[in-house]
């Protein structure tokens, strides 16, 4: 069964203090694994897609990596606007195309 | 222009009622979708529609009844809800590769519905 497990599932950082948040799959066929960012009460903004292991991206202070088992999304230098909910989802080959959504990252990000 | 509206923002219904939530996009994706979030939990697969064409159900109630209109719009019907139906309902879409495969999903800001 395709599965998808994030840690921590709440992360507290002094702005500034760089980390990395966790995204461990068990997929049949990787097709995709996908990064959203969400604000509360808000939809889910796409960030990245990774299709292969040793695939990189960034963006601004954001940089997602992939292995064979999980991916890492580092955060940089992270200000209070980074604060929201980060999910990893992965799409595989039995999955007909449907997201398999992991619980999230609740980032909080103090002045 | 990567972006997906959804009307109405807020909606309170009773459970006698009938309402329907909208979805609009204009990047010529040909798949839509329909997601259920409850609070603190993930976004749930609902519906998907790929070429207009309803591909995958997962087994929603049939109080929820999706439409696709034309390629840009997607409806879902909503009718006799339950109180614990009330969550942010979620519209994406993305576009379809030559195989079928489908590509990172665009979402819109959803519909935080209350059923009374």
């Known amino acids: 069964e395709d599965q998808v497990t994030q840690s921590p599932e709440a992360l507290r950082l002094q702005e500034g203090e760089s980390s990395s948040l966790n995204c461990s799959y068990t997929v049949s066929g990787l097709r995709g694994l996908f990064w959203y960012r969400q604000d509360p009460g808000k939809g889910p903004e796409f960030l990245f897609t990774l299709y292969s292991a040793g695939e990189e991206k960034e963006k601004e202070r954001l940089k997602a990596t992939l292995t064979k088992k999980e991916s890492f999304l580092h955060i940089t230098a992270p200000k209070p606007e980074d604060s929201a909910t980060y999910l990893c989802a992965v799409r595989g080959g039995g999955s007909q195309g449907n997201l398999i959504f992991g619980k999230g990252t609740k980032l909080s990000v103090k002045p | 222009d990567t972006e997906v509206t959804q009307t109405p923002k807020h909606l309170v219904m009773g459970m006698t009622n009938k309402k329907s939530l909208k979805c609009e996009q204009h990047?010529?994706?040909?798949?839509m979708y329909w997601y259920k979030q409850k609070a603190k939990k993930p976004p749930e697969l609902m519906f998907v529609y790929s070429y207009e064409k309803l591909s995958i159900n997962e087994s929603v109630p049939s109080r929820f009844s999706p439409e696709c209109p034309n390629s840009s719009l997607l409806n879902l019907h909503l009718h006799a809800l339950q109180p614990e139906d009330s969550a942010l309902y979620l519209c994406a879409s993305s576009q379809v590769s030559g195989y079928g495969g489908l590509y990172e999903q665009y979402f819109g800001p959803g519909t935080r519905l209350t059923v009374t």
């Open positions: 990047m010529g994706h040909r798949a």
